[in-house]
């Protein structure tokens, strides 16, 4: 499910720069001298700039109403590569934005007689006004990074046992690097899992904590669970990602993985081993739950899994520093968690965004993870 990622701030700027890709051969085709009507005259076409302006705003504001969810489901607003995420928030060298306000008062001053400057120089001191007014100021975000030792490669499955190959790739929003993560998943070990489980003996709120806490410890022994957080440890280190984007990568492994109801694959509630979800590629809310958390424990990430019955939903929420952005996290026992919501295959939701259809305090049973760097390998 996506949401709505265009709010209202953020039509000012695009449409100062669709203005300005339009700007010069308009000036030209209806232009003073050029033109007839309105636009003809210095002070027409001073009036037909801020007429064409607003009317790139109208444009884009009914596109974001359109594609807002009110009307239609589907894909998150996006103006494609004309808005910067950072254009929602005033975010970088406090003062900027007011520089580059000052810097368009002056040219309009510089250029207060010339038809072609003063439009388009007045426009952009007053867009720069406006949006240095209304949108919310925030500091540069900076996240720390771990020191990640150096990873030995984990050993293969020994010859001749059967091996199923399975390939993820996903284009990561940490760094927008394309990344495969692969795995050679021993058959024998994913079945002899899956006969074991012991949620095949009935899922109950009395026994689900150590249910989970049964499957995350036991299956992230299995050699698949930490190659896979091997890599993804691999990845964060060799490309330096700091503290928020390595949580988000490992967080975008497990949502490019299909969601599949347990009534449709298993036929009962049924909570998988990571290796058993690596191995089926297909997962529900709990399932995926789990296998992140299996995956934060192996990279030495202290997480809870969530769970809720008035939902009937499950996700993972990630231990984070206190300078992961934004306030999108919730307290509890004293450390700062942030959640994530493994079931999102169009990545629309990052590491502590809340679907606006979940409350958290519906999740009641909030089952911790401990962290144990890189421990199994059976």
Request: glycine share 8%; proline share 6%.
């Amino acid at each position: 499910m996506g949401v709505p990622r265009g709010t209202w701030p953020t039509i000012p700027l695009t449409a100062f720069v669709l203005h300005s890709l339009l700007y010069l051969p308009v000036f030209f085709l209806i232009g003073p001298g050029g033109g007839v009507g309105l636009a003809s005259s210095a002070f027409g076409w001073y009036i037909t700039t801020w007429m064409l302006y607003l009317a790139v705003v109208g444009a884009l504001g009914l596109w974001m109403w359109l594609a807002s969810g009110e009307r239609m489901s589907g894909a998150a607003v996006s103006f494609g590569p004309f808005v910067p995420a950072r254009w929602l928030r005033r975010t970088g060298v406090s003062g900027t934005d007011w520089l580059v306000c000052i810097c368009f008062v002056l040219l309009a001053v510089a250029f207060l007689h010339s038809s072609f400057w003063l439009p388009w120089s007045s426009l952009g001191a007053v867009v720069f006004l406006v949006t240095g007014i209304f949108l919310r100021t925030e500091p540069w975000p900076v996240h720390p990074s771990r020191d990640i030792p150096d990873l030995p490669p984990s050993p293969p499955p020994q010859t001749g046992e059967d091996v199923v190959a399975r390939s993820w790739s996903w284009d990561a929003r940490a760094r927008g690097s394309r990344m495969t993560l692969m795995l050679r998943i021993r058959t024998a070990q994913a079945s002899s899992r899956g006969r074991e489980n012991p949620s095949q003996l009935g899922v109950t709120t009395g026994n689900i904590e150590q249910l989970v806490h049964r499957i995350v410890n036991d299956g992230a022994q299995d050699w698949e669970a930490v190659e896979a957080a091997r890599q993804l440890l691999a990845v964060a280190r060799n490309l330096r990602f700091n503290y928020f984007e390595e949580a988000q990568n490992t967080l975008q492994f497990v949502q490019v993985i299909p969601y599949g109801t347990d009534k449709d694959t298993k036929g009962l509630e049924y909570f998988r081993y990571a290796i058993e979800t690596l191995m089926d590629d297909v997962g529900d809310c709990d399932c995926k739950a789990i296998l992140a958390a299996s995956l934060f424990r192996l990279m030495g990430l202290r997480s809870v899994v969530l769970i809720s019955n008035q939902e009937e939903h499950a996700a993972v929420a990630v231990e984070g520093a206190p300078d992961f952005p934004g306030n999108r996290y919730f307290v509890w026992k004293g450390a700062r968690y942030y959640f994530c919501e493994t079931t999102d295959s169009s990545f629309g939701f990052t590491v502590g965004e809340v679907p606006p259809s979940m409350n958290l305090d519906n999740y009641t049973q909030r089952i911790e993870i401990d962290p144990q760097l890189l421990a199994g390998g059976a």
